[in-house]
């Protein structure tokens, strides 16, 4: 199984300032016959079902606000929040969906400083 | 629009069985997979399965093997999770969520179903 593991568990960010998630993958979720990496990064508010936000590692979904992006490639990964809204305060999970079983980070909780 | 409607919350004996189900709408039901997805409390997302609207197939993962069965009626666009030999460990809010394929990103989620093992 592909485990990943994300970094830091929590973070606290002040409003309008830059956050910044790591996720790794045990192995390489770049597919070569494509070029593409089988990484997704959801959102999951409280009491709420996750939203997708990223797909293949940096493809935003339609309708989520440019100030969240997403970058890395193989194994290595980052989802960024470039100004931090009050909105944004949620568990924030990547996902490897390279192979089956597919498998999530642990989630990383984002709070207002 | 895209809607996958989950039926409501149920609390089980251990040793039971649950069935949830997952009502989709707003697209054409056998062109996208089904995958469960189970949340125990304060914890993370493990996925479970997926099935394939279209024939019935299912990939299930190695932990629920034995004891999950997913099923769907094409007839009223609802897949269904049948989870058995219910422990106080299989307490957990389960999610249904769509994708196109059984190795791409899910781009819809169902609303959770909570599903409490107490005796």
């Known amino acids: 199984d592909i485990v990943v593991t994300q970094s830091p568990d929590s973070l606290a960010v002040s409003l309008g300032e830059r956050a910044t998630i790591n996720c790794r993958s045990s192995q390489s979720v770049l597919h070569s016959s494509n070029n593409k990496n089988y990484l997704a990064w959801h959102q999951q508010k409280p009491g709420q079902p996750p939203k997708l936000l990223i797909y293949?590692?940096?493809t935003r979904e339609s309708g989520v606000p440019d100030r969240f992006s997403g970058s890395g490639s193989g194994t290595d990964f980052t989802l960024t929040i470039s100004s931090l809204q009050a909105e944004d305060v949620a568990v924030y999970y990547c996902q490897q969906y390279y192979t089956t079983p597919l498998t999530f980070g642990q989630g990383t909780r984002l709070e207002i400083k | 629009q895209v809607q996958l409607v989950q039926s409501g919350a149920e609390v089980k004996k251990p040793g039971a069985s649950v069935k949830v189900s997952c009502k989709a709408s707003g697209y054409t039901f056998t062109t996208y997979y089904i995958h469960w997805v189970r949340q125990a409390p304060g914890q993370g997302l493990e996925w479970m399965g997926v099935i394939i609207p279209s024939g019935g197939s299912t990939s299930y993962t190695q932990k629920f093997q034995g004891r999950v069965t997913m099923t769907r009626d094409t007839s009223t666009s609802t897949v269904y999770m049948e989870l058995s030999s219910l422990s106080s460990e299989d307490t957990a809010v389960y999610y249904c969520?769509?994708?196109?394929?059984?190795?791409?990103?899910?781009?819809?989620w169902g609303q959770g179903t909570l599903v409490t093992v107490s005796s």
């Open positions: 969520a769509r994708a196109a394929s059984m190795v791409t990103y899910f781009d819809y």
């Open positions: 293949w590692a940096s």
